[in-house]
């Protein structure tokens, strides 16, 4: 069965991680994605209902989860801030890596997240397409709506940019345990 033939719930539920980090990437790490997710289905709901079906749906529901995301961002800027529940210690685990290992791992992935979160939008949105969506370069650049060698170029950017930005954060870890 086709991407396309394939039921909207579906196609969600196979991609809920790469969604539910295209959400994280545009509101934050501790961002709780489901709210923007739901938003973002019921959106897809709508035009699957009236029979508008993309040519290639996962790169259609990655750029309306995207363009859910920038919206709640930019709701969430005129509000006052509270503080949200944070995802990460109401998912309850089997096994658990060591304190030292579970640090280590989260100052990896807020340092990945950070960096990501530096980059341009539209280098994000290639990077997020091709990453977390795993589209190919021609699927992402349809979705977007550039040319192909656009969407080749924004993640050659990108993907400079975050080996720049993780190896200097690599080496300041490296030379704060020197220190120590």
């Known amino acids: 069965m086709s991407a396309a033939e394939t039921p909207l719930p579906s196609l969600f539920q196979a991609h809920r991680q790469g969604l539910a980090g295209a959400v994280r990437s545009v509101l934050g790490a501790r961002t709780d994605a489901t709210e923007v997710l739901q938003d973002a289905f019921l959106k897809c709901w709508r035009h699957w209902q009236r029979g508008e079906r993309p040519d290639d749906p996962v790169a259609w529901i990655f750029v309306v989860v995207w363009n859910t995301a920038r919206d709640a961002r930019r709701a969430r800027e005129r509000r006052p801030v509270h503080q949200t529940l944070d995802e990460e210690r ?56 550039i040319p192909v060698g656009t969407a080749k170029t924004r993640m050659r950017s990108a993907l400079q940019k975050l080996r720049r930005q993780l190896g200097a954060d690599e080496q300041g ?8």
């Open 90 to 145: 109401t998912v309850l685990t089997t096994t658990q890596p060591s304190p030292p290992q579970a640090l280590l791992q989260r100052e990896a992935v807020s340092a990945a997240q950070a960096a990501v979160a530096g980059l341009g939008e539209a280098e994000q949105q290639v990077f997020l397409l091709r990453v977390s969506a795993g589209l190919s370069f021609e699927a992402a650049a349809g979705a977007l709506g």
């Open 173 to 180: 870890r490296k030379s704060e345990e020197v220190r120590r």
